[in-house]
Every structure is written in C-alpha cells, then in structure tokens.
C-alpha cells in the first residue's frame, strides 16, 4: 500500500499535527499514529498526544473522502495499560505491533 510518512495536516483548532503514516488504499485512505515508548511514565503523554490528534482531526473523517484513523501500539514493552487502548478506541481503530495482520486489516478493510 503506497504511503506518505509525516504528513502536516491542519486541525480544527488551527493546530498543525505531524502524522506517522498516512496510507492510501482505493477504499479509504487512513492515518496511522505510531505509539512507541519503553518507558511507562511516557506511555500516557504518548496516548494523550494521541488522543489530542484524533480528536483535532476528526472533521477528516466524515465526508466522501473520510479517512480513517488506526493507533499503532508498539507491544514490544510491556508499558501500556488497558486505559490506554481505552481511550483510544472511541476515536481510532486499535492495532497492536505484535498482531500485523490485525494491522494490515485495519488498512485495507477501512470503510
């Protein structure tokens, strides 16, 4: 799947965020954020960083053109708590680093 990685795109707020990963598939293109620390006391900035994207980006995801929005957790640390993924679920889809094809999914069955 082609892709473009850190991509500016401007919030609602006229905030300007840097995406890991925006990736095009001719069903619907997504936006993907890469959540990666080994460190637990990073772990929640990380998420909330997360979570201030999406919701700032959320107009991106309604409308013919709509985009979808996939957090990326790197499990490789065991540093993320089950309100982590909470969080994050309402305003993105879920995928974890360990599971790629639950990733590759995401992607392509984006609709």
Not at 61 to 72: H, I, K, N, R, W
Not at 84 to 107: C, G, K
Request: aromatic residues 10%; charged residues 25%.
């Amino acid at each position: 799947m082609p892709f473009t990685r850190y991509e500016k795109l401007a919030g609602r707020s006229g905030s300007s965020w840097t995406i890991d990963f925006h990736v095009r598939n001719p069903r619907r293109s997504s936006l993907v954020c890469v959540l990666k620390t080994a460190n637990r006391s990073s772990a929640r900035p990380i998420v909330d960083h997360a979570v201030a994207i999406w919701h700032d980006l959320n107009h991106l995801a309604a409308g013919p053109e709509a985009l979808s929005f996939v957090s990326l957790f790197d499990d490789t640390s065991d540093v993320w708590s089950n309100e982590d993924f909470n969080l994050l679920e309402s305003l993105s889809t879920i995928t974890r680093w360990s599971r790629p094809d639950e990733f590759i999914t995401a992607l392509s069955e984006a609709a």
